[in-house]
């Protein structure tokens, strides 16, 4: 908007003012034009109504020309960032309600997972090669009956409890050493009471790059 600062009854500045309180209007760019010589003081309060640029009469065509344009392209540009931005917004949205509903789907899927496991009396778990830690859920608790509170499962104590003579054959190294990356074993455990059971494993073995095995889970 081409606003004249001089004008009869009310002057540009005033105009701009009240142009600025329609919600609208409120990112309009303004350029005041002026016949007379504008004070410091003046410019300071047009810069702070909002005005862009104050433009001298006699008014040079093409100057004001350029000037509008670089005001027109700069909105132009501002609205096509917002748009990219609202674009933007919209698929960081979609793309975390899709992770949402990823994360809903596997706890769904772990859920039923269990209860199918528990139903069988079965059990998964997950062996650290290196460390000989390993991540159980409830079913091999219950299947070697000992207390998750005080039992932390590793390869050393699992291995103690499996029968004297079915440990050797169906060790971590005995398993490893077959070089298979899957395997099944049949064996007998001790559990604390002194109770004997056969229980029956499978599972995978990952390995990294150099065919070293890093992790088991069955």
């Known amino acids: 908007m081409l606003i004249d600062v001089v004008m009869p009854g009310i002057d540009g500045f005033q105009l701009a003012a009240m142009i600025r309180e329609h919600p609208r209007f409120q990112q309009l760019a303004i350029i005041f034009v002026s016949a007379v010589q504008v004070g410091e003081t003046d410019h300071l309060r047009g810069y702070e109504i909002g005005a862009v640029d104050y433009v001298s009469v006699p008014v040079v065509p093409k100057v004001l020309r350029a000037k509008v344009r670089v005001f027109v392209d700069l909105y132009r540009k ?100 077959d070089g298979l990356s899957r395997f099944q074993v049949e064996f007998r455990i001790v559990r604390p009471s002194g109770e004997m059971r056969w229980c029956y494993g499978a599972g995978i073995v990952s390995r990294d790059a150099e065919g070293k095995a890093v992790r088991m889970n069955g």
């Open 78 to 177: 501002t609205r096509q960032l917002e748009a990219l931005n609202t674009e933007l917004e919209e698929r960081v949205t979609a793309r975390t309600a899709e992770l949402e509903a990823q994360k809903e789907r596997l706890r769904l899927s772990e859920e039923r997972r269990s209860i199918a496991l528990s139903a069988g009396d079965m059990g998964s778990w997950e062996v650290d090669v290196a460390s000989g830690s390993i991540d159980w859920d409830d079913g091999p608790y219950r299947i070697f009956d000992v207390d998750p509170a005080t039992f932390q499962p590793t390869v050393a104590r699992v291995e103690a409890m499996i029968h004297p003579d079915d440990r050797a054959k169906n060790s971590l190294s005995a398993i490893l050493e």
